[in-house]
Antibody, heavy 118, light 108 residues
């Protein structure tokens, strides 16, 4: 069974930093692209970032480019999102998601809440 | 930036057919995916590569594509299908993933 378990969310002041983690199990982590997707309270899904199988290629939404960094440790079956210079508008549930086919997403974690507030 | 456009809401009576559309200029060249999200829950994939149904998804869910529009059809919608539905795809270069704004399906 595919499982994706996010952690690391919390309350952070504007300008602060946070690192999210996603522990993957139930599949061969190193053979799949991975994504982060976020959802602000009461709003829709917004793609944040993706990383290829070996971590050599990444891409980001314009809203987070230069502030967020996606990475992965295939030996630990773990995906990361380093978030710097956080803003109030970054407040959202952040989902870790498994990529499949051409930029599709087939499995989602339960999400972790990041709240940017002073 | 590239956008996918969905109607904000669709409403049907139980047993009727619900159709949710998603429009985007790159859809003739990029696959579309659909996920379902119920309140307080994580999204669940219900359709991939335009018209492929994942295992465990009821047969009443189907997908189609025509030009710049893809459609998720729920034939004989049931109360349990009431949820938000999001289409997802990529821009023409395949560099960025994009979600539609979501469609709230009401079955009553």
């Amino acid at each position: 069974e595919v499982q994706l378990v996010e952690s690391g969310g919390g309350l952070v002041q504007p300008g602060g930093s946070l690192r999210l983690s996603c522990a993957a199990s139930g599949f061969t982590f190193s053979t799949y692209w991975m994504h982060w997707v976020r959802q602000a309270p009461g709003k829709g899904l917004v793609w944040v970032s993706r990383i290829n199988r070996d971590g050599t290629s990444t891409s980001y939404a314009d809203s987070v480019k230069g502030r967020f960094t996606i990475s992965r440790d295939n030996a630990k079956n773990t995906l990361y999102l380093q978030m710097n210079s956080l803003r109030a508008e970054d407040t959202a549930v952040y989902y870790c998601a498994r990529g499949n086919w051409n930029y599709g997403i087939d499995y989602w974690g339960q999400g972790t809440l990041v709240t940017g507030s002073s | 930036s590239y956008e996918l456009t969905q109607p904000p809401s669709v409403s049907v009576s139980p047993g009727q057919t619900a159709r949710i559309t998603c429009s985007g200029d790159a859809l003739p060249n990029q696959y579309a995916y659909w996920c379902q999200q119920k309140p307080g829950q994580a999204p669940v994939l219900v359709m991939y590569k335009d018209n492929e149904r994942p295992s465990g998804i009821p047969e009443r869910f189907s997908g189609s594509s025509s030009g710049t529009t893809v459609t998720l059809t729920i034939s004989g919608a049931q109360a349990e299908d009431e949820a938000d539905y999001y289409c997802q795809s990529a821009d023409s270069s395949g560099s960025f993933v994009v979600f539609g704004g979501g469609t709230k399906l009401t079955v009553l």
